[in-house]
């Protein structure tokens, strides 16, 4: 068995030394040796990186400190008010490097905790014709891209890190993966 790599945030060094796990100076990560029991480093199990990105299915993106972001905004469409979300992460791993305060915007792909845990907003789903998750208008139901919504100052997820607008945060259980493009908040 191959070493397997593992995603620790700095605050868990010690924890996950205790473990069993071994640190690679060169890399700068923490991995299980070959060999090891992954039992004990199991909540550490899953980083991503070039060798190891096929191996899961290619999530590209992870992360153990995500949170949902909700904002108010009105439909494009039919001028509804309607409830928008966003992914938002206060760290976590994108093509195998380490990020921090950085949004998630055209997700194409979600790993199923991650889909268990917005099922509780059913407006936030896959859009078949663009073939990525955006919000739909629950009144008519018009999908709303996703740049609509990050791409200029105004909007509810532009510079979602440092937002001044009204935007609630709702931590995310467990790590996350997912595929999507990514916006670093400054």
């Known amino acids: 068995m191959p070493r397997i790599d593992l995603y620790v945030s700095p605050e868990e060094y010690h924890e996950v030394a205790t473990r069993g796990a071994c640190w ?17 480093v199991q909540a550490w199990l899953g980083a991503c990186d070039e060798r190891t ?11 153990a400190a995500a949170y949902v972001a909700r904002a108010r905004w009105r439909c494009v469409r039919c001028d509804a008010p309607m409830l928008v979300i966003a992914l938002y992460c206060r760290r976590g791993r994108a093509w195998g490097e380490p990020l921090a305060r950085f949004s998630v915007h055209h997700v194409y792909r979600i790993d199923a905790a991650l889909a268990r845990q917005l099922a509780r907003w059913r407006h936030y789903r896959l859009n078949a014709t ?3 998750y955006l919000n739909h208008c629950p009144r008519c139901e018009a999908p709303l891209d996703d740049e609509q919504l990050h791409a200029e100052p105004k909007q509810p997820f532009f510079g979602l890190g440092r937002a001044i607008r009204a935007v ?7 790590r996350v993966r997912l595929c999507a493009d990514v916006s670093v908040n400054i």
């Open 24 to 40: 690679d100076e060169q890399r700068k990560c923490w991995y299980l040796p070959p060999g090891g029991d992954a039992g004990p």
């Open 53 to 63: 990105a096929d191996v899961d299915g290619a999530f590209t993106i992870r992360s």
């Open 130 to 132: 663009q073939d990525c």
């Open 168 to 174: 609630q945060f709702t931590q995310l259980r467990g």
